[in-house]
């Protein structure tokens, strides 16, 4: 996959970077800057190898990272000359070629800085030199001499609709389903788009920041909700569409839902906001959840907005007639309604196990206590 992006980026002069370089897709607990609790072979073996694949093949900047409280060096663990621009973020800075400060104010600091650092001997001139001349080679390779604009005309392609039905279909195909009915000889999905009353519930039904995930609170411009998508889908048919964000007992008392279709899940984290050591779903989800299914007998199709797997207690999955990992589907919900009416099929397998709590972690498919809710590469299709 990094491979096939790094190739995508530069057809167009973009140049890419490997960030976070190794080991922090395997922090203990899955925490932001945290602990990859891993010895040297099975760090080159299991989290080195993509890196080293785009490294291979032209990657421009490098992000590098610690072990054991060491800075990386790309040339103790690289294994391969690289050649482009090399930085890193935080302490333990000299000796690489890029310090990254996120306020542009402050680049007179910086050559004043070294200036001084070079004055004392703590930086050589040939190293900076050489980040110089990092720099150049990276730029000279993306044409940034020969074109520093970008291509304007490119803007009337932006959001077209060809990208967006793109993005559907990625969206469609990503998509797991985790439950397909309470009786394996009745199926609960596809739902029928002619039903006669149907619920929607849930903020994460209609709020596109939380479709969108991280660096998303709030969004503007051309998107499709849940709510959006499953009125279309609709259509002018007969049905009569409830949408309760947050139903109560006197709202649902005395209706006749054909089903619903409850939305819940986390909200828009980046970085260390989205360390969470219990990863429970907030916003009273599982309530909500058995409300509608448990205690006013709807048959429920369960929809997980989500970037990861999340505790799903088991009195919720059983009241849930149907359960789908929706992931972050991002401005296409269409792409959910697409699969949940039957019009595609789901395609999706889990990348990861979804554990039954997070006192299981670390999961390991090879080790015989495995004992997930949902193993590694799990996923339903409707039709089977």
Known sequence: ??????????????????????????????????????????????????????????????????????????????????????????????????????????????????????????????RIDDAVERILRVKFAAKLFEYPMSDRSLLDIVGCKQHRELAREAVRKALVLLKNGKDPRKPFLPLNKNAKKIL????????????????????????????????????????????????????????????????????????????????????????LLKQVASEFGIPTLAILISGRPLVLETSVVEASDGLVAGWLPGTEGNGITDVIFGDYDFHGKLPVSWFKSVDQFPMDPQQNSYDPLFPLGYGLKCKN
């Open 200 to 287: 929607v519930a849930g903020k994460h039904a209609d709020d596109l920041g939380y479709q969108c995930g991280g660096w998303a609170a709030t969004w503007e411009g051309t998107r499709t909700t849940i709510l959006d998508a499953v009125k279309e889908a609709i259509g002018n048919n007969n049905t009569e569409f409830v949408y309760e964000e947050n139903p109560t007992t006197e709202s649902l008392s005395g209706q006749d839902f054909s089903y619903a279709i409850v939305a819940v899940g986390e909200a828009p984290y980046v970085e260390s906001a989205g360390d969470n050591s219990d990863l429970t779903i907030p916003f009273k989800g599982e309530e």
């Open 1 to 126: 996959m990094a491979h096939n992006h790094r190739v995508g980026m530069s057809r167009y002069n973009v140049m890419a970077s490997t960030k976070h370089y190794v080991g922090d897709g395997g922090t203990d607990k899955g925490k932001n800057e945290g602990n990859t609790i891993i010895d040297y072979e099975n760090l080159e073996k299991i989290h080195m190898l993509p890196y080293l694949d785009c490294i291979s093949k032209g990657v421009c900047t490098l992000e590098w990272n610690q072990i054991a409280f060491s800075s990386l060096s790309p040339n103790r663990y690289s294994k391969r000359e690289a050649r482009g621009i090399v930085i890193q973020i935080g302490k333990h800075l000299i000796g690489f070629t890029v310090l990254m400060d996120q306020t542009t104010e402050v680049f007179a600091l910086f050559v004043t800085s070294f200036t001084y650092l070079e004055f004392l001997g703590e930086v050589s001139m040939s």
